[in-house]
């Protein structure tokens, strides 16, 4: 009998010990599922200006586009967003490159255009400012927290600031539209 219970303490410490090590995959801390809080970030613009969710409060909707300039699908994306600005007035919209992309962003914004839009106060383009999180490859909090490698990565945002659309790789510029029309 006294080996059955010293096998129960046991098995008993063993799973407790199991969950409480269990990551807590809420939507509070997920910011990688649909319905999660958008995450902090700050984006430093090419004048050096820093962007945060603060910056972006007035505004009903919020795209967040993790962009690479070289990415064929982030060019097809940002010409479609030139082409269809007019129902994107009211979005703010924040392209947010990764550590090492700054120099290519003129040519980016260039090439497709964005330069005909990037004098409204809706549109900001940029590269993640956000504490480090990574030393070694220097990887911040919110890319760590957020960025599922396919680009672009377009996370919209409701006037609560939860997700309610993403989209990886390819994306569709009239699935883009409905969801910011939506109320």
Do not use: W
């Not at 030139?82 to 009211?90: A, C, I, R």
């Not at 700054?102 to 005909?116: A, C, N, S």
Request: proline content about 3%.
């Amino acid at each position: 009998m006294r080996g059955f219970y010293l096998i129960f303490t046991l098995v008993l410490l063993c799973h407790t010990e199991v969950f409480s090590q269990a990551k807590d995959l809420s939507k509070e801390y997920n910011y990688k599922m649909p319905g999660a809080n958008i995450p902090p970030f700050e984006v430093k613009t090419l004048k050096g200006a820093l962007v945060s969710n603060k910056d972006v409060a007035a505004y009903d909707k919020v795209m967040l586009i993790l962009f690479n300039p070289s990415c064929g699908h982030c060019q097809d994306l940002a010409k479609d967003i030139v082409k269809e600005y007019k129902g994107l007035e009211n979005v703010a919209i924040i392209y947010i490159g990764g550590k090492g992309v700054d120099e290519h962003i003129p040519r980016f914004i260039e090439e497709t255009g964005l330069d005909k839009i990037l004098d409204q106060k809706n549109v900001y383009i940029g590269t993640d400012n956000t504490k480090k999180s990574d030393t070694q490859y220097e990887i911040s909090e919110f890319l760590y927290n957020l960025f599922e490698f396919r680009l672009p990565q377009v996370n919209i945002y409701d006037q609560k600031r939860t997700m309610i659309y993403k989209s990886l790789g390819t994306a569709d510029i009239n699935a883009i539209l409905e969801k910011v029309n939506t109320k």
